[in-house]
């Protein structure tokens, strides 16, 4: 989704979190069409006026001088972005989270399931002109297999090896299909990973000159697409606040930003778009014995109550994507045909025949962030179940988990980031790591290695979906869109993945007041 929006100090930032306590609209402001980013110039007259794009004269990116650029192990956020145009994946997800053959040319598995083969492309080079080879593979995976960004993903990994026809193996411990939605982990060439710029085998080259550092469009890039800009000027931002500043001065023109959390702000016109994200926030229950929640239609009945699309749509202005299901309804893997309809009756009917008498209930949320307060105050307030009051208690980060961890709530406001595959064992499946509600199914934990070892993903999907809406070990709400700004009329078809803010980057048009 893209829309235009002015970016008053903060707003973009914190407007869903005002819009959630209802607040009154300034003064001569239409707060609903602020809230959808369409806002008028304060100036009516000259706003009437056509104006000319105010283009700048290069594109411009932002980044942390003196910090790594290995895709492995650099930081989130502008670093990140910079990476992305120098190195590339096995495989790309699309906007539906859909994987994708990159370096990767074809793949097979064997009968068990257990080891899949990867067969790469043979026209391949690296920017130095290398060719890749399985043996820079084998060692970009096994580095991010032992990273902090990558080692939950690859979890499932027992041997990453190469034989002599140039194959890369990959060993799992359980069955899984949907290894290659994991496998969107940038390569760089072995060897060079100590290089704070490792060899790549992206688009843009990394040059560092007097003037400064910049990226330069790679003439032997293996992909022979053509670029958007034949230079990319970088610009130093010690810290985020920083990189917002740029952006808000022009001195960068684009940046990738979470709206829901991100503390920064920046002001001025900018035109924005989604870059969708595995981030699911939900409700979790406390299935414990003796405990409201430990009742399946007591579960289902709280969940079925959640108003989702008010939520995501008029309380946090289109942020975030509602659902009902543990994954994301942009994959064609969510059955949407299982959704059901908000009915606060429905939810009283069923949750009266769990309980006879008044129940208080306790939904515990990270004091830290104030969308999730605001979410969880939504949800409280719009509980329409007669009989059962809800109350929001808001904790210190580690008192928060701590309370999680002894069980002492009925209710709380949780936020995971999924991995593309939608394993869901460590949030549901007995004794997971994340299964703070203590949920225990032998049919759940069953349909969750099935829907793994399925080659028809879909039908096992709908599957696992229809045992999760019955059972609800948890009320998934919504996943979080990161949001890519850039100066309104810069830039053209950005369609930004999971994987990155740049996929389709041979589709985009970038327009400078002079050629670079």
């Known amino acids: 989704m893209r829309r235009a929006i002015w970016l008053l100090l903060g707003a973009l930032l914190l407007s869903g979190c005002a819009a959630l306590t209802e607040p009154e609209p300034e003064p001569d402001r239409d707060w609903a069409a602020y809230q959808q980013g369409l806002l008028e110039d304060e100036e009516p007259e000259a706003a009437a006026e056509e104006k000319k794009p105010d283009y700048p004269a290069a594109f411009s990116m932002a980044y942390h001088r003196g910090q790594t650029l290995d895709p492995i192990t650099c930081g989130e956020g502008i670093q990140e972005d910079v990476a992305s145009l120098l190195y590339e994946p096995l495989f790309q997800l699309d906007g539906a989270f859909q994987p994708t053959p ?28 290398s060719p890749l080879t ?60 100590d290089r704070q710029v490792p060899v790549g085998t992206g688009p843009y080259l990394f040059l560092s000159g007097s003037e400064g ?17 034949p230079s990319i000027p970088l610009v130093h931002a010690k ?60 579960r289902a009945a709280f969940s079925h109550g959640i108003a989702r699309d008010t939520l995501a749509d008029a309380q946090l202005a289109g942020l975030v994507e509602a659902a009902q299901f543990p994954l994301s309804p942009l994959s064609p893997l969510y059955p949407a045909e299982l959704e059901g309809t908000y009915s606060g009756d429905w939810a009283a009917a069923q949750a009266a025949a769990e309980q006879s008498e008044s129940r208080e209930l306790l939904l515990l949320v ?128 950005l369609t930004p993945s999971p994987s990155s803010t740049f996929h389709g980057l041979e589709e985009w048009g970038v327009h400078l007041s002079a050629a670079q």
């Open 134 to 193: 399985a043996a820079d593979v084998v060692a970009s995976l096994r580095r991010a297999a032992a990273s902090e960004r990558y080692s939950y993903r690859l979890r499932n990994i027992t041997a990453i090896s190469a034989n002599r026809a140039g194959q890369v193996l990959i060993t799992l411990a359980a069955p899984n299909r949907g290894l290659p939605a994991l496998l969107d982990i940038p390569v760089v060439k072995s060897g060079t990973e």
């Open 239 to 298: 810290d985020r606040d920083t990189a917002m500043y740029l952006f808000s001065s022009h001195q960068v023109e684009l940046l990738t930003v979470d709206p829901t959390s991100d503390r920064s702000s920046v002001s001025g016109q900018a035109q924005t778009t989604d870059r969708p994200t595995a981030v699911m926030q939900f409700i979790g229950f406390n299935t414990s014995e003796g405990r409201v929640f430990a009742s399946p239609s007591a």
């Open 366 to 493: 990270s004091e830290g962030d104030s969308f999730r307060l605001a979410s969880a105050q939504f949800i409280a307030e719009n509980a329409d179940i007669p009989g059962w009051q809800v109350t929001v208690r808001a904790l210190p980060w580690e008192e928060y988990l701590a309370a999680l961890e002894a069980g002492e709530f009925d209710l709380y406001f949780g936020e995971v980031r999924l991995t593309a595959d939608w394993d869901l064992t460590d949030l549901v499946g007995t004794g997971g790591k994340l299964n703070y509600g203590r949920y225990s199914s032998l049919s759940t934990d069953e349909l969750i290695a099935a829907f793994a070892a399925a080659e028809d993903r879909s039908s096992a999907a709908r599957q696992l979906a229809a045992n999760l809406l019955s059972t609800a070990p948890i009320a998934p709400i919504c996943f979080k869109n990161n949001t890519v700004l850039t100066h309104p009329e810069v830039v053209e078809g």
């Open 213 to 229: 550092n910049s990226l330069l469009a790679n003439e032997e890039w293996w992909q022979h697409k053509p670029l958007p800009v």
């Open 102 to 129: 990159l370096l990767c040319e074809s793949y097979s598995w064997d009968e068990r399931g257990l080891v899949c083969t990867l067969n790469l492309r043979q026209d391949v080079t690296f920017q130095d002109g």
